[in-house]
């Protein structure tokens, strides 16, 4: 049976190794992105084509995937002229892989449906590494039919493919999930801080927190770098930024309102607009230890 041809929108770091990933699993696969040497890498390795605008891809794909940075991207990209909008085939799924706001997820998803495509949101877990070898964790949502139409190549993508509902669900427990753990290496961070300028032995302090209900491996990635000066996470703040903003609009869009992300949100602000956004998340620590009343 011959397996659907797949268009691939982002090859960043997690993108690339996605798509390499389908390439040796035998996918025809038709490409975008703004780095031409990246793409130029993915044709060479065969069976892959560059699309010249995402119409003519959406026009060419059974499925076509995003792995971009925002909303607005991917909204850009699905609205925009020669868009994925105008090109998209009747029956083919698009498939989100970003963290996206689940507002706008539910919005594309029923324009595609307008046009008989179906939608999928999917971010993901794990590394660019298990990426490449088709190990990530998938957190799927929409139509259970549109689901089922895509899960073996999900299967091929990720080691725990798992469906959470309707669309948006995947988006919205992503979110979720990120704001539960940015939050708490925000505040261990600002725990570390507070341990340095008070004179507290950051190890001790480590030891002391570790041997009780506290310990967790983002306690351990916290220690890392206030104690031991190692940036581990591989999480940029400029990252946990967006993602903690997109939490604070989806919870406004709920009807209600989350101060303790917007709290998180402000601290990253704050590092991003101090020129940290580069650094990993724990790299935090330092802008509490300089900051001043």
């Not at 190794?17 to 044709?43: A, C, F, T, W």
């Not at 964790?137 to 999900?154: H, Q, R, S």
């Not at 590092?271 to 790299?283: F, Q, R, S, Y």
Request: charged share 20%.
């Amino acid at each position: 049976m011959k397996k659907p041809t797949i268009g691939f929108i982002g090859l960043g770091l997690m993108g690339a190794n996605m798509v390499e990933n389908l390439q040796n699993r035998g996918y025809e696969l038709i490409v975008m992105d703004l780095n031409k040497d990246v793409v130029e890498k993915v044709i060479a390795r065969g069976n892959a084509t560059e699309a010249a605008s995402p119409k003519e891809l959406a026009e060419k794909s059974d499925i076509i995937m995003f792995c971009l940075t925002t909303s607005a991207v991917v909204e850009k990209i699905v609205y925009g002229e020669n868009g994925i909008l105008e090109g998209i085939k009747e029956g083919a799924v698009l498939i989100d892989f970003g963290t996206s706001i689940p507002a706008s997820t539910r919005k594309i998803g029923e324009d595609l449906a307008k046009k008989g495509a179906g939608m999928i949101d999917a971010p993901l877990g794990r590394t660019p590494a298990h990426a490449k070898d088709g190990l990530l964790n998938i957190m799927a949502a929409g139509d259970k039919e549109t689901f089922e139409k895509v899960k073996p190549v999900l299967d091929e993508q990720g080691e725990n493919v798992f469906h959470l509902g309707a669309l948006g669900a995947g988006h919205t427990t992503k979110l979720i999930n990120n704001f539960m753990g940015m939050t708490t290496v925000v505040a261990m961070s600002q725990a570390f801080a507070a341990a340095k300028l008070a004179g507290v032995d950051g190890q001790q302090l480590f030891d002391i927190m570790s041997a009780g209900p506290s310990n967790s491996p983002f306690m351990q990635f916290c220690k890392n770098y206030a104690v031991d000066n190692v940036s581990d996470l591989g999480f940029s703040i400029a990252n946990a930024n967006k993602d903690l903003g997109y939490f604070v609009q989806m919870v406004d869009d709920l009807g209600s309102v989350s101060d303790i992300a917007k709290a998180t949100s402000g601290n990253l602000t704050a590092a991003v607009n101090a020129d940290m956004g580069n650094g990993n998340v724990p790299e935090i620590f330092d802008y509490f230890v300089n900051l001043k009343k």
